[in-house]
Every structure is written in C-alpha cells, then in structure tokens.
C-alpha cells in the first residue's frame, strides 16, 4: 500500500506537552521478524507512558469514537509519514517521534501505531494491534484498531488519508494489547538501556516488511530495561505459578534452608564494611552476584525485594550469632 504524502502544522503549540527526546538509537534484534515487532510495541508503550500523558486528556472526546477521531486528527496532520529505508524497523518513543515529525524525517506505521497506543492506554481505551497483507504473502503494514461492544471497530490509521478507513488486505493478524498489565506504571520511567534480544513468540513465515529487518529503538535517556522488569513485577503478583515461587523463596531464606539466608546476609554490606569484616573480596563479590540474581529472579517474579530481606535480615542474623 502507498500513503499519500501530506503537509503537517508545525504543533509547537504542544512542544511542553512531550518530554524531550536526546535523539539515541539502539539496535534491539537483527533479523526481526513481525512478531519481534508486534511483542516490542507494548514494552515501549509500557516504559514511557509518560510521554503522551499530558496530551492524552487534550484529545479526549465525548464518546470513544470521538477520541479516536481526534487522536487521528492529531497524529495525521502534525506527524508526517516516512517509510522505514529497506531492511529497518524503526520503532520510535512517543517522545522520539513527536521529535522526528517534520520533514525530511517523518515516522512509519510502526511508530504511528505506537504513539496512539501510548494514548489510548493512558485513556485506558481497550485496543488490539493489526498487521496486514495485501499484494504479498507477508505482512507489510500494523495499526490500532478499537474493539467495539457491537462487535464493529474503529479503525486508526495514520497512513490513510481518512479516519476509520481500512485499505482492504488478503490476510490480517490481531494482537490485544493488555491494559491490565500497565497498572501501576511509574510515570518516572522512560526508554534506554535496552537489552540486545527481545523475547517474544517468533514466527519465521511471516517475514517482510514488517519482516526480516533489524529492529531499531530510536529513544531518548532513561532506564527502559528496568521498566520492563518493573512491568514483568507488575503482571507477575497474581500470577499462581510465581506465588509459589516467592513463598518458596521466603520459606527457604525463613528457615535458613541449606544455610542460604546466613550467608547470603553478607551479600547486603559495602566492600568497605566486607573488608572491615574481614572478608575476602574476591568471594564478597561472587556473593554479590549471587544476591542480585536471587534479587532480580524473585522481583521478576512478583515480589518485594524488602520482603526478601526480611526473614533473616543482617541485623537479625548478626544479632543471633553475637
């Protein structure tokens, strides 16, 4: 499909609405595939809600129809369309591609999808990510759709030249963003530190445009990575599996299973403090280690790192020994 190219406003107007972008990009995955894409949106979205919270109100309307229409509007005539150059994918922060707007830059369907994404979750406007073919056997083109009661849809596409307009395709794929799993987002968090692979359920026949490409996170500063960790944290409180895991955990170091807890406590002092100890430093750092793995493996699962310390603090454990 060919967008039609157009003229946009400048939107300085809005300038203090975004925070602003440092202009970094980080390679995530090379030889991305669709699904690489489709699973990495919802972690930019995630990691910098922040970015559209301030103009997601401006665009609210009556009804959800009416927001959507204004959040096409907004997109069509203030950020100009550019086709990623052959063999990138370019996912943008809301923040990024508010700054790349205007000629001769522009954004393609994947950082349009994430930019209204972005606003429809801090609007908390249920939603589903399609992607499309059309003249090929892979898919070439993503955008948001809006689930209706009734069964219908709203369609925002920032490609067409109207709202609610669908350019028909052979085949499509729909993915529901989860607005469940963004509750309790940190409003402080934003986009960098990007690990070099991301997961996701790969799918090698579905390769194209939005294919075999290197996938690229054009960003600004913060600390993404641990915002995603925070996301996992998030989803994985309730989850049943990993509650067992924390109470496994805490049972362990509650017990002092194996002597765990009683060494482990080292873990939480300074060098300084493990060298007025008596410690040596090389087996204090591997304890270190040790205690941040055992750390990051319980947050990911869904628990609070201070109730971790808990059972067997290093007071508690000195004081016992003393």
């Given at each position: 499909m060919e967008a039609v190219k157009r003229a946009v406003k400048s939107g300085r107007e809005f300038d203090n609405l975004f925070p602003r972008a440092n202009g970094t990009?980080?390679?995530?995955?090379?030889?991305?595939?669709?699904?690489?894409?489709?699973?990495?949106?919802?972690?930019?979205?995630?990691?910098?809600?922040?970015?559209?919270?301030?103009?997601?109100?401006?665009?609210k309307g009556k009804d959800v129809y009416e927001t959507c229409k204004n959040i096409w509007e907004f997109t069509y005539n203030h950020i100009t369309y550019e086709k990623d150059a052959h063999g990138i994918e370019q996912v943008r922060s809301p923040a990024r591609t508010w700054a790349d707007r205007q000629p001769p830059q522009g954004v393609d369907c994947d950082c349009y999808t994430t930019f209204i994404s972005s606003i429809l979750t801090n609007l908390k406007i249920p939603h589903t990510y399609r992607i499309t073919k059309y003249k090929t056997d892979y898919f070439q083109h993503i955008y948001p759709i809006v689930p209706l009661k009734d069964g219908t849809y709203i369609t925002i596409d920032c490609v067409l030249k109207e709202f609610d307009?669908?350019?028909?395709?052979?085949?499509?794929?729909?993915t529901k963003m989860d607005l469940q799993y963004l509750d309790g987002v940190d409003e402080n968090s934003t986009l960098t530190d990007i690990p070099n692979e991301m997961g996701g359920n790969f799918d090698d026949n579905d390769l194209g445009e939005l294919g075999r490409r290197k996938l690229f996170a054009k960003i600004g500063k913060g600390k993404f990575f641990q915002a995603v960790k925070k996301g996992l944290h998030i989803i994985n409180r309730l989850n049943p599996a990993t509650v067992l895991l924390r109470t496994g955990v805490l049972a362990s170091m509650k017990l002092n299973m194996m002597k765990v807890a009683q060494n482990i406590k080292w873990g939480y002092l300074s060098e300084e403090e493990a060298a007025k100890r008596g410690i040596i430093m090389d087996k204090f750092r591997r304890l270190k280690n040790v205690l941040e793995k055992l750390e990051q493996i319980f947050f990911s699962a869904g628990g609070k790192i201070e109730n971790l310390k808990k059972p067997y603090s290093l007071a508690e454990a000195t004081d016992k020994e003393k």
């Open positions: 990009t980080q390679t995530i995955k090379r030889n991305a595939n669709v699904s690489h894409t489709v699973n990495f949106i919802p972690k930019v979205v995630f990691a910098t809600l922040h970015h559209t919270s301030k103009i997601a109100p401006l665009l307009k669908e350019e028909p395709y052979n085949e499509k794929q729909d």
